[in-house]
C-alpha cells in the first residue's frame, strides 16, 4: 500500500495516482467533505471490492464524481433546467445531484435507473479526476451505516489494511457528507441533508 502527502503531491505523482485509479486500483482520498474510497467507475471488479470493503450491498449504487459537467451529460438521460442552474451555484461543491441514467450510465449501477454525481471543490482531487479521464466512485471511506471519516484516524482498519493507496489530506474542513437531492422527476426530493441545507436550495429553487 502506497501513502502520499497531499501537501507533496507533483504532478508526475498525481499522474500515477490517476492511471492506477483507471486501471481498477483501490484509493482512499480526502474530498472537500469527508473522506472517500474510490476507483475507475466502470471497473467492476474494483467497484464489487469497494462494496465487499463497506460491507454494503450492491442494491444501492456507488455515486461517483467527474471534474466537469460534460462527463455527466454522457452518463444521464437529461440534465433538467432547474438541475442546471443548482449546479452552476452549487458546483463545484458539497451537493449531489441523481439523475436518470442512459445507457452508459446504467452501467456504472448494476444497471439501476439513477445515479448520483457531484464535482467535488477539491482542486487536486479534480486534477486526479480529469487525468483519469473517467468518472471516480465517490461513496464515504467508512463501513455502511457507520460515521463518516473526517480524517485517517477515523478510518476503520478492515478498509485500511485492503485498498491500494491512500492520500492523506489531514483533516478534511466540512463535518457533513454533501447533500443528496433528487432530480430524477420533480419536484426534486432531498434523500439527505448534508453540508447544504434543505432550506438554502429552496430558497435559490425559488428565485
Given at each position: 500500500?502506497k501513502?502520499?502527502?497531499l501537501k507533496n503531491?507533483?504532478k508526475?505523482?498525481?499522474?500515477?495516482?490517476a492511471?492506477e485509479l483507471?486501471n481498477g486500483k483501490?484509493?482512499?482520498?480526502p474530498?472537500?467533505?469527508?473522506?472517500?474510497?474510490?476507483?475507475?467507475?466502470?471497473?467492476?471488479?474494483g467497484?464489487k471490492k469497494?462494496?465487499?470493503l463497506k460491507c454494503r450491498?450492491d442494491?444501492?449504487?456507488l455515486?461517483?464524481?467527474?471534474?466537469?459537467?460534460?462527463?455527466?451529460k454522457?452518463?444521464?438521460k437529461k440534465i433538467p433546467?432547474?438541475?442546471e442552474k443548482?449546479?452552476?451555484?452549487?458546483w463545484?461543491?458539497a451537493?449531489?445531484?441523481v439523475f436518470?441514467t442512459?445507457?452508459l450510465g446504467?452501467?456504472?449501477t448494476?444497471?439501476?435507473?439513477?445515479?448520483?454525481?457531484?464535482?467535488?471543490?477539491?482542486?487536486v482531487?479534480l486534477s486526479?479526476i480529469k487525468e483519469?479521464?473517467c468518472p471516480?466512485i465517490g461513496?464515504?471511506?467508512?463501513?455502511?451505516?457507520k460515521?463518516?471519516?473526517?480524517?485517517?484516524?477515523?478510518?476503520?482498519k478492515?478498509?485500511?489494511?485492503?485498498v491500494?493507496m491512500?492520500?492523506?489530506?489531514?483533516v478534511v474542513k466540512?463535518?457533513?457528507p454533501?447533500?443528496?437531492?433528487?432530480?430524477?422527476?420533480?419536484p426534486y426530493?432531498?434523500?439527505?441533508?448534508g453540508?447544504?441545507s434543505?432550506k438554502?436550495?429552496?430558497k435559490?429553487?425559488?428565485?
Open positions: 500500500m501513502i502520499y502527502k503531491l507533483d508526475k505523482e498525481i499522474k500515477k495516482i492511471e483507471k483501490i484509493a482512499i482520498y474530498t472537500d467533505t469527508i473522506y472517500g474510497i474510490g476507483t475507475n467507475a466502470f471497473c467492476l471488479s467497484v469497494i462494496y465487499k450491498t442494491k444501492k449504487p455515486p461517483v464524481l467527474v471534474d466537469n459537467i460534460s462527463k455527466i454522457k452518463i444521464v433546467t432547474g438541475a443548482l449546479a452552476k451555484k452549487f463545484p461543491g451537493l449531489t445531484l436518470e442512459n445507457e446504467s452501467m456504472l448494476g444497471g439501476k435507473k439513477n445515479i448520483a454525481v457531484r464535482i467535488p471543490a477539491h482542486k482531487l486526479i483519469m479521464a471516480l461513496t464515504s471511506a467508512n463501513i455502511s451505516g460515521k463518516v471519516c473526517r480524517c485517517l484516524s477515523d478510518l476503520d478492515k478498509i485500511l489494511k485492503n491500494d491512500i492520500i492523506d489530506g489531514g466540512l463535518e457533513k454533501s447533500t443528496v437531492l433528487d432530480v430524477s422527476k420533480f426530493i432531498v434523500r439527505r441533508e453540508c447544504i434543505k438554502e436550495i429552496e435559490f429553487m425559488k428565485i
